[in-house]
């Protein structure tokens, strides 16, 4: 269990940075920035469950 979040997560850390990387050229950074924000928030939300 724990590896397939471990790979979901990486997985969706890479699509993010490709997305903003790709759409978004000069703001990825702060495109990554936010996804980051709400990756941490959607952990707290899960260890709170």
């Known amino acids: 269990m724990e590896y ?4 979901l997560k990486a997985v969706a ?9 790709r759409f978004m050229g000069r703001d990825a950074e702060v ?3 936010r996804y980051k924000r709400l ?6 939300y899960d260890n709170k469950q």
């Open 39 to 44: 990756g941490k928030a959607l952990e707290e």
């Open 4 to 7: 397939r979040d471990r790979l």
């Open 31 to 33: 495109q990554l920035r």
């Open 13 to 21: 850390h890479a699509l993010g940075r490709y997305m903003a990387e």
